[in-house]
């Protein structure tokens, strides 16, 4: 039960983290949208938006690094963790030039010669790009730090940073209301600041907490292990560059064929999203140490297990907050908004759909980083995911509407699935018939009579807070029991029993 009590604890505080930075965050994007206009927001978003990805980027990168972290931890190799982590701080040093050089030639060039953008502002769209690139940098050699915090699981510290970074952030939002000079590069300037700040504290705390970091480089130098710690960052940053480049690939298409206020619908739609999506990552957040723990002391029946449950809660928690956000996305971004770019409606319904698709497999994709054998895999899904590129334009090019290329996307996720599915039982040796009656089956139709019940009473309610409110309710009851009688296997439901019975327990006590 300690290890199922310390995912706990950590889940639960990183979802007081998360509650706290994402309504900060919802309104932060209001101010900026008021503050920038639709024309300046979506400049931001189609040559900047990378930042906005830039924490999806990281954690990425820090899985393949924690990987190798948390395996040697459970293994009580504190020497391995050592040498991991300083030959780690060189691979991601030279991964972070690399990103420097590409970004700024392929950014120049697109913005010179590819992307619609009023001359006046081009100037700025260059500054842009620049904080990206001074942004992309810094993150990609904290890497190895965020890593190491993570494989100790200490997720107090992660959620104290990260309400920090929210209200820098929200700071930012409401400076712009009072300055006279170019707003869009004040706000490119102080969000790459912020994100140093964030990256510096990181550090500093580290070395202060973890005796991991306290290493001679030149000394711990290991060519062997470089290559190996290379080849797995690399594959990671590829399948990490692919889903980058899926999503700002649609933008740059949105921009060939339509104005920037589009892409301003699109930038809105995958904030929405990324709200939505934090929750489920706070818990594979929470678990993911353990998985790669199960793997490194040879218990690979149990990290079998925990992958699966991920799988499950993941998509659980994701659409337990989705689904009366999908039907009431109007209300909503009204709400937010006041002023809601044409489409956004639609990207965000279309991106809802989209995630909820990969929140079914995260579980997949940490058991494959906890084996190590991640080539094949994300050279496949990476693939399959970069298609959305063509096929988005030539169905743009034949007149579909914006958001048609989001819903490509979906397809293709759905391939990607049913491949990640089958490289799974490869692995594994767990039958692919199994997966999909265990955990898609039951995630669907567990899902399936509350999207009814929703639907149809959302035809008889009046728009508006009241009617929400009404909607949040019979959403949330009627899934949680949706999840608990059909979703749930017996083991679950006592799994879940052991958890309340350990938590009354500690309430008891303290009383």
């Known amino acids: 039960m300690q290890a199922i009590n310390r995912v706990i604890f950590n889940t639960g505080i990183t979802y007081v983290k998360t509650v706290v930075t994402s309504l900060i965050a919802l309104y932060s994007t209001r101010l900026i949208l008021n503050a920038l206009g639709a024309e300046d927001f979506g400049i931001y978003n189609v040559v900047g938006g990378m930042i906005a990805m830039l924490a999806f980027l990281n954690a990425a ?28 701080v060189i691979v991601h040093f030279v991964i972070g030039i690399l990103l ?15 992307l ?37 699981e200490n997720m107090t510290f992660l959620a104290v940073v990260g309400v920090v970074e929210s209200v820098l952030k929200l700071l930012i939002a409401f400076s712009l209301f009072f300055l006279t000079v170019d707003k869009l590069f004040v706000y490119g300037f102080f969000t790459m ?26 000394k711990e130098y290991d060519i062997d292990q470089i290559k190996e710690l290379n080849s797995f960052a690399g ?24 104005a920037t206020v589009v892409n301003a619908a699109y930038g809105i739609a995958n904030q929405v999203n990324s ?11 929470a678990m993911r140490p353990q998985i790669m723990k199960s793997e490194g002391s040879n218990d690979r029946d149990r990290m079998i297990r925990l992958s699966l449950t991920a799988n499950q809660f993941s998509f659980y928690l994701f659409t337990f907050f989705a689904l009366p956000f999908f039907f009431e996305m109007p209300f909503i971004l009204k709400l937010w908004l006041k002023n809601v770019p044409e489409y956004t409606v639609e990207f965000c319904r279309s991106i809802i759909l989209l995630t909820m698709m990969n929140q079914i497999n995260m579980g997949l994709m940490t058991a494959v980083q906890a084996i190590g054998k991640i080539k094949v895999y994300q050279m496949v899904a990476g693939g399959i995911q970069l298609l959305t590129i063509p096929i988005g334009f030539v169905f743009l ?15 293709l996720e759905t391939i990607s699935t049913v491949f990640r599915i089958f490289y799974f039982q490869y692995l594994t040796g767990y039958r692919a018939v199994e997966y999909f009656k265990k955990v898609i089956l039951n995630s669907f139709l567990s899902l399936l009579p509350s999207v009814l019940l929703v639907y149809f009473v959302r035809i008889w309610l009046v728009d508006g807070f009241v009617g929400f409110i009404v909607l949040g309710i019979i959403s949330s009851i009627s899934y949680l029991l949706s999840i608990y009688y059909i979703g749930l296997t017996y083991n679950d439901k006592q799994m879940l029993m052991q958890i309340f019975s350990s938590l009354k327990n500690k309430f008891v006590t303290k009383m």
């Not at 420097?100 to 590819?114: A, H, P, R, T």
């Not at 502002?121 to 992309?136: E, K, N, P, Q």
């Open 116 to 152: 619609k953008i009023n001359p006046a502002r081009i100037d700025v769209a260059l500054y842009i790009l620049h904080f990206v690139v001074a942004s992309t940098f810094i993150t990609v050699i904290s890497v190895p730090y965020d890593a190491l915090i993570n494989a100790h």
């Open 397 to 411: 090019k034949l007149g579909y509407q914006p958001y048609s290329i989001v819903l490509v996307s979906f397809v």
């Open 193 to 218: 600041l912020c994100t140093i700040i964030i990256r510096v504290i990181k550090r500093i705390y580290s070395k202060r907490k973890y005796k991991e970091c306290h290493v001679n480089l030149i």
């Open 61 to 88: 990168m820090s899985t393949s690094t924690q990987r190798y972290i948390s395996y040697n931890l459970g293994t009580a190799n504190i020497e391995s963790v050592k040498k991991i982590f300083a030959n780690s």
């Open 235 to 258: 594959w990671s940053l590829f399948g990490t560059l692919c889903s980058l480049a899926r999503n700002q690939g649609v933008a740059v298409i949105l921009n060939l064929f339509f």
């Open 275 to 285: 709200q939505l999506m934090f929750f489920s990552q706070t818990m594979m957040s």
């Open 100 to 114: 420097v050089i590409v970004i700024e030639l392929v950014g120049i060039y697109l913005i010179n010669n590819q």
